[in-house]
């Protein structure tokens, strides 16, 4: 009996140390995503026996969940929208990637991310082909912790890719293309068809186009992975047991071959060990699809559209500000927003809705549901300011704080075209914004009651001026290239 003891003691000492040693190699280069975003960590993630770490301070951040170390029961408590995770962080606890328990290192405790996927209704991937960590929550998370929201473009040689999940390319359903959920068995990937070709790798022969659907050829069914990444645009696909035919490359690891198809600009790919990587750089952001066949790999692309419904306030009985030469502030946002809409009409993709067109009176809540009603992507409330003192400026308001990213970007470019004073951008809770349920701005392009701001405001070159930032804003916010 005291034998057998000493072994496990001998054992949980191994547990402890080992995974340290086997994960040192690998701490310099990973890196996390949440939800498609890069997110920025205090502590390395750590990757023992293939299954992701985090910290625990790295864990309240990115992840939102409370934690709490109770030294007394050997466990850690981990608390998230009503949810509760209990994880023992004794060394015998766990044995093995799928049994894997929190270590401490230093003053830090480490805690396994797969662990929380069942309380937390979350998904967690690992990549060992490009170091990362990708973690795909079922609810929203504050990105105030967060690094680079939108990643940088990598290379195909790149080892960290950035798939961009809620907002960016939107991947159709597609009946062989099984949902984050349906993968439950296969940790590491999210898998088209998981079958190998019996005579060894599949083999990349060539690509083709035919309409909207790009095929890539191969020798028999390929196991794949794909994700989006966006700033700018690009579909990545990952092909594991591969091989570039040598038609492909010429004595060399990979090339690029120019596109027939509207929506891409070329296709890049290189082979990477035991896989090939292929990156679609697009000359517009796309839905898309991926199925896989006998002997090749189909993708099916639909230009995006956007839904911007433009609101010029007031109107009707509600005049809105005066204006220092005596005209209503309801006809400078319906002139304005009326420019608005005609400028976003051509640009391609852009469905623009007015909530008003005509001297009419729409209650304040209704502005924000017709948005709603229309499923739109953008909502803009138009308006003029008015004071009594001498105030000059462009404000830029929001809500909700996913529409941070792009009050901040109509604010500078309206500033810029205006050559009115900055007066920031500025949180507030009108209702026009609380009511509407997608990212939404409120402008203020001027002070009526302002000498210097007001006699310029009325200006046709004015309201084209500020038309064609709210364009650049959208083409921009959207990725459009036109």
Same mark, same amino acid.
């Given at each position: ?149 939108? %990643?940088?473009?990598?290379?195909? /040689? +790149? !080892?960290?890719?950035? #798939? &961009? $999940?809620?907002?960016? @390319?939107? =991947?159709? *359903?597609? %009946?062989?293309?099984?949902?984050? /959920? +349906? !993968?439950?068995?296969? #940790? &590491? $990937?999210?898998?088209? @068809?998981? =079958?190998? *070709? ?13 309409? &909207? ?270």
């Amino acid at each position: 009996m005291k034998k057998t003891c000493g072994w496990l003691v001998l054992l949980s000492l191994l547990w402890l140390i080992l995974p340290r040693a086997a994960a040192a190699d690998e701490d310099a280069a990973v890196s996390l995503y949440v939800n498609g975003r890069q997110a920025s960590v205090s502590d390395t993630p750590q990757i023992i026996h293939k299954v992701p770490y985090l910290s625990s301070r790295d864990i309240e951040a990115n992840i939102g969940a409370e934690v709490e170390i109770d030294a007394s029961s050997s466990q850690i408590v981990l608390k998230k929208s009503g949810n509760t995770s209990i994880l023992s962080t004794a060394a015998d606890a766990g044995s093995g990637p799928q049994e894997a328990v929190p270590f401490k290192d230093g003053e830090r405790w480490f805690i396994p991310l797969a662990a929380l996927e069942d309380d937390f209704d979350m998904k967690v991937l690992w990549d060992p082909l490009t170091s990362s960590i990708f973690v795909y929550l079922s609810e929203g998370v504050s990105y105030e912790n967060s690094g680079t929201a939108i %990643p940088d473009v990598p290379s195909v /040689e +790149d !080892t960290a890719p950035n #798939p &961009d $999940s809620s907002q960016e @390319v939107i =991947v159709e *359903p597609n %009946p062989t293309e099984p949902s984050v /959920e +349906d !993968t439950q068995d296969h #940790p &590491d $990937s999210i898998t088209d @068809v998981p =079958v190998i *070709p019996s005579d060894g790798q599949t083999v990349i022969a060539g690509f083709s186009f035919a309409e &909207d659907v790009l095929s890539i050829q191969t020798n028999g069914y390929a196991m794949v992975e794909h994700f989006a990444l966006s700033d700018p645009a690009r579909i990545v696909v990952d092909i594991s047991h591969a091989v570039l035919s040598p038609d492909l490359t010429s004595g060399q690891s990979g090339g690029t071959i120019a596109s027939t198809h509207a929506a891409i600009s070329q296709i890049r790919y290189s082979q990477t060990g035991d896989a090939v990587r292929l990156v679609l750089d697009m000359n517009q952001r796309s839905a898309y699809s991926l199925q896989t066949d006998a002997n090749k790999i189909d993708i099916s692309f639909q230009a995006e559209s956007y839904v911007v419904v433009i609101d010029p306030g007031h109107g009707g009985k509600d005049p809105g500000a005066p204006s220092m030469s005596g005209k209503s502030e309801k006809d400078f946002n319906l002139s304005t927003a009326t420019h608005i809409a005609q400028a976003l009409a051509e640009i391609p993709g852009v469905v623009v809705h007015l909530t008003r067109s005509t001297d009419d009176f729409i209650e304040l809540a209704e502005r924000g549901e017709i948005a709603n009603r229309l499923n739109a992507d953008l909502f803009i409330s138009v308006h003029g300011n008015t004071v009594d003192k001498p105030v000059s400026g462009i404000e830029t308001y929001y809500w909700h704080r996913e529409s941070f990213d792009v009050a901040s970007l109509i604010h500078q470019k309206i500033v810029n075209a205006s050559g009115l004073n900055d007066r920031n951008v500025r949180r507030n809770d009108w209702k026009v914004l609380t009511t509407a349920q997608m990212p939404g701005v409120l402008l203020e392009l001027g002070y009526l009651s302002s000498s210097v701001d007001e006699p310029v405001m009325w200006t046709e070159e004015y309201q084209q001026s500020i038309a064609d930032a709210v364009a650049e804003t959208v083409k921009e916010y959207f990725q459009i290239e036109t």
